[in-house]
């Protein structure tokens, strides 16, 4: 069954200092990859998305990940965190085919920044 | 061009009683999609809509309902509401599932005391 595992439940980091938020998922086939941030009482934002092609991505707001098949991971990175970067951030899969397909979502790391 | 509004923002139900949440997908755009997420956890696929039908579902019972109307816009229903089912609910549009392009809205947040 497909699944996505973000070890890190909390983690909090000094502005300024760089960031890599853990992501593990378990697919049997190619997959789609993504990562949202969701503010508080906020809906959820697209950071990048991994279908295929160069396995480092870059996306919005300074942020970049990275696919390893090899590991099974999808870690996203940025190089220096800024105050408003604190938010929670999820790991998706997309699972399904053709017009029914659905996105399996970790469990989140939440980022607080230190000033 | 418009994003994917939800309604309303917040709502405060009794269980047993029964809910309807809307959503008016981006323009454009033919594809519902439904989520559950609850406090401190990842979203839970409810149920996706396209062009008016139902084509793939989550695990939740029965009584999680939806509707996709001729604008692409959403309903989901909720009967016989129970405490479990207090979540932020979270209305994701497409099109055509392709790419899995979602654009979410901001979510209702279900309180069921």
């Known amino acids: 069954a497909q699944s996505v595992t973000q070890p890190d439940i909390h983690i909090t980091v000094s502005e300024g200092a760089s960031l890599e938020l853990r992501c593990n998922y378990s697919?049997?086939?190619?997959?789609?990859l993504f990562w949202y941030v969701q503010s508080p009482g906020q809906g959820l934002q697209l950071l990048l998305k991994y279908f295929s092609g160069d396995t480092l991505v870059q996306g919005i707001k300074g942020f970049e990940a990275e696919f390893k098949r090899s590991q099974s991971s999808f870690n996203l990175r940025k190089p220096s965190v800024h105050w408003s970067d604190a938010a929670e951030y999820f790991c998706a899969v997309g699972a399904g085919a053709g017009n029914n397909r659905k996105l399996i979502w970790g469990l989140g790391t939440s980022l607080a920044v230190n000033p | 061009e418009t994003g994917v509004t939800q309604s309303p923002t917040h709502l405060i139900k009794t269980r047993g009683q029964q809910v309807t949440l809307r959503c008016s997908s981006q323009s454009g755009h033919n594809t519902v999609s439904w989520y559950q997420q609850a406090l401190g956890q990842g979203p839970q696929f409810i149920f996706q809509y396209y062009r008016e039908e139902e084509n793939g579902r989550g695990n939740f019972p029965p009584r999680f309902s939806g509707l996709q109307f001729p604008n692409y816009s959403s309903e989901l229903n909720v009967n016989a509401l129970e405490l479990d089912d207090s979540a932020l609910y979270l209305c994701?549009?497409?099109?055509?599932?392709?790419?899995?392009?979602?654009?979410f809205g901001s979510g209702t947040r279900l309180t069921v005391v």
């Open positions: 697919y049997g086939a190619t997959p789609y």
């Open positions: 994701a549009s497409s099109l055509d599932g392709a790419g899995y392009g979602y654009t």
